[in-house]
């Protein structure tokens, strides 16, 4: 029988691998030794915190297709998409992973409900498979595990009382999100994505204005542009985007810095090995998970 110290060897075996290949596909540029190994004791925790799900898991990547669909405007089009699955006996779950905050999720479960529900309408009516439930699965960490480790604090920087919270937070830290299912939520969801199909094949890639990007996302601590803009690949060709870094880098005093500063400009500078990091910033140290797990 494989034991819990030998499952983490192979995962900090596997992810070393992993991440050297991806350096020789890519050509992309090598993390910092710190912020590799915070991205490897993510994978660590996330294992500890999940590893009942992890290891009942029977399917991966499952393909989610809904072919010969119709836009509003006569357009055709087909929908894709993976999902995990676990099958035991008569239950069947959906899950799907998305690198976002857990309480974030449960706060706007509906935005995610949507995607979900479509997939589980895929899986029933057209593949003709039973289903039980459907859940996220949200690996990011919490603002409240963020907050406490921000501005890169280490964990043997925290005062005892703030190691204490982060202990408690990393208990209360659920990754796992279950969703309703709804049939009626399916049609409008696909009547959503027949509409961006109309607006992509026509050209129609209005931004919002500057007054949205200068604007809080939602709920969270963050503006419109660093939450939403800073994620779009088309940010750099667009006149919303450049108006907000132009207004945002009026103190630069000559040209050559502002174009130099606009085109390199991938987040706040905490934040740009964490981008390609995808939210592992926030992660404890290595040397400390079994202290804050309590094992």
């Not at 005892?160 to 830290?173: P, S």
């Not at 108006?243 to 040209?255: L, T």
Request: proline share 4%; aromatic share 10%; glycine share 4%.
């Amino acid at each position: 029988m494989i034991t819990p110290e030998e499952v983490e060897e192979f995962i900090r075996d596997a992810f070393y691998r992993n991440y050297e290949l991806l350096k020789l596909e890519s050509g992309s540029i090598a993390l910092t030794p710190d912020t590799r190994d915070v991205a490897l004791n993510q994978v660590l925790l996330y294992w500890r915190k999940l590893s009942d799900i992890a290891e009942r898991i029977t399917d991966t990547e499952v393909p989610i297709h809904l072919p010969n669909q119709t836009s509003p405007r006569g357009i055709q089009y087909n929908i894709e998409g993976v999902v995990d699955v676990i099958r035991e006996g008569d239950t069947t779950i959906l899950y799907d992973i998305k690198t976002h905050d857990p309480d974030y999720v449960r706060d706007h479960s509906h935005q995610y409900a949507m995607q979900l529900n479509l997939y589980a309408y895929v899986w029933q009516q057209l593949r003709g498979e039973p289903l039980t439930s459907i859940a996220v699965i949200a690996t990011a960490y919490t603002e409240k595990m963020q907050q406490l480790m921000k501005n890169g604090k280490l964990v043997s920087d925290l005062s005892e009382a703030e190691l204490a919270q982060l202990k408690d937070a990393i208990t209360d830290w659920q990754p796992l999100v279950e969703l309703d299912y709804s049939e009626i939520q399916v049609q409008d969801t696909i009547r959503q994505f027949g509409e961006v199909v109309d607006k992509i094949e026509h050209g129609e890639f209005a931004p919002p204005p500057l007054e949205t990007l200068e604007t809080q996302w939602r709920d969270t601590s963050s503006l419109f542009a660093r939450r939403v803009c800073r994620n779009c690949d088309a940010r750099f060709s667009c006149s919303s985007y450049g108006e907000y870094a132009i207004k945002n880098m009026a103190s630069s005093s000559h040209m050559k810095q502002f174009v130099n500063t606009f085109f390199s400009d991938l987040g706040e500078p905490d934040a740009q090995e964490g981008w390609v990091a995808s939210n592992l910033d926030a992660t404890p140290e290595d040397a400390y998970l079994n202290a804050l797990l309590g094992e």
